[in-house]
């Protein structure tokens, strides 16, 4: 009996449990000793050219000016300049994710519209921000449309309000005045008796089987709750109008030429990559989900919104993660035209210090960390929208 077991058993090399085992352990060798070799050469660099490899240089005096971005000095350290960098990327890539979802959403859909003017709009802009380099159209943005707006003293202006010339774009925005600390707790009520209102008309909506507009009837209570904040605690805000200077503007808010440039850059070009996305994604929602909501007499706008919408997101959210990290890591093409961003920055840093393999490591965890961040957000969304679906 035993020699009839041991003839059953196969060899090693034709087990397949043991060869995975090896090949992992192989695989993992092969790490070792390429992190192995790594590190010696670096450490035979550094002993050859006599080099520090400690961050302490970031505490010294950085010495060079940051036109935009959260406060600074010249005086201050490289380490606050390296800050400054990282808040301009993040500036830009929050307000770039949001805008390039926007624009994906609303090219995504209107490829798929019946109209035929719409759809070929749709698919001629696809076609060409998607086989175009985002460099070649972020340089494009910033030479042939920014810089050639009019100088400022004779830019466009509209209603005195926002100002557009080739030294930026300066808009009207609020100041706050004495009396915001209150009001924003008028604020926090208005939101939560607009959650109510909400909650209130699902129920309504469930019970009677009629669609009423949930989002007008919360927005309305919000805004008589804030109404009424404003009143008592005494004009909390005031307007902050820019005004025209020789050399730039002042006051209201302001964006310069290379921000914006990057910007409307990575937003089409992203945007072109969110619209096939979200097309693929309603294209992949089984097409009895919409007869069955045309059987229930929801308009098409209804059919897109309560059915086709919340299912395809479930599917485009993992391919929409990659896209939010591609615009993210495209970001550092600002080096090109000048924007402060982390690459920028960290060059000047390298110029300066001659710290270049620190700044390198620096960057690369920096944007490491930022990624997992997106990630880590975008993995959770997926799981509550996971949840809620098979829920």
């Given at each position: ?151 400022i003293e004779g830019g466009l202006s509209l209603w005195d309000l926002a100002f557009v010339s080739n030294r930026g774009t300066a808009v009207a925005w609020f100041r706050l005045e004495e009396g915001a ?5 008028f604020l926090l009520a208005g939101a939560a008796v607009g959650a109510l209102v909400v909650r209130r008309r699902t129920k309504i909506n469930e019970r009677t089987g009629r669609l009423t507009p949930r ?14 904040g404003f009143l008592l605690t005494g004009t909390p805000v005031a307007g902050d109008v820019p005004e025209v200077g020789r050399f730039g503007y002042t006051g209201g808010v302001q964006v310069s030429p ?134």
């Amino acid at each position: 009996m035993a020699a009839a077991a041991n003839r059953a058993r196969p060899p090693l090399w034709r087990n397949v449990r043991f060869l995975r085992i090896l090949g992992q352990a192989i695989f993992v060798l092969l790490l070792v000793i390429v992190a192995r070799e790594a590190v010696l050469n670096l450490g035979f660099g550094v002993e050859r050219q006599n080099l520090d490899l400690s961050f302490d240089f970031l505490r010294q005096r950085a010495g060079f000016a940051i036109k935009e971005g959260i406060a600074y000095s010249p005086n201050e350290s490289f380490f606050r300049a390296f800050l400054v960098g990282v808040a301009n990327t993040i500036r830009v890539a929050l307000v770039g994710i949001a805008l390039a979802t926007v624009l994906g959403l609303v090219m995504g859909v209107a490829r798929l519209s019946t109209n035929w003017l719409v759809r070929r709009i749709g698919q001629v802009y696809v076609e060409i921000v998607r086989n175009t380099p985002v460099l070649v159209q972020i340089i494009f943005w910033y030479v042939a449309v920014i810089l050639a707006l009019p100088v400022i003293e004779g830019g466009l202006s509209l209603w005195d309000l926002a100002f557009v010339s080739n030294r930026g774009t300066a808009v009207a925005w609020f100041r706050l005045e004495e009396g915001a600390g209150a009001w924003s707790l008028f604020l926090l009520a208005g939101a939560a008796v607009g959650a109510l209102v909400v909650r209130r008309r699902t129920k309504i909506n469930e019970r009677t089987g009629r669609l009423t507009p949930r989002v007008a009837w919360a927005a309305g209570a919000f805004l008589v709750v804030a109404g009424v904040g404003f009143l008592l605690t005494g004009t909390p805000v005031a307007g902050d109008v820019p005004e025209v200077g020789r050399f730039g503007y002042t006051g209201g808010v302001q964006v310069s030429p290379e921000y914006t440039a990057l910007l409307l850059g990575l937003v089409i070009y992203t945007g072109a990559f969110i619209a096939e996305i979200v097309r693929g994604s309603i294209q992949a929602v089984p097409r009895g989900q919409k007869e069955a909501a045309e059987a229930l007499g929801l308009t098409a706008r209804q059919q897109l919104r309560l059915v086709v919408l919340p299912q395809a997101l479930r599917i485009a959210i993992p391919p929409l993660n990659s896209q939010y990290l591609n615009l993210t890591k495209n970001s550092s093409l600002a080096l090109a035209i000048g924007y402060p961003e982390i690459v920028s920055v960290s060059n000047t840093i390298i110029n300066q210090a001659a710290r270049a393999t620190q700044m390198l490591l620096l960057v690369m965890a920096t944007y490491l960390l930022m990624s997992l961040t997106i990630s880590a957000v975008m993995n959770a969304l997926n799981r509550a929208v996971t949840r809620r679906g098979q829920a």
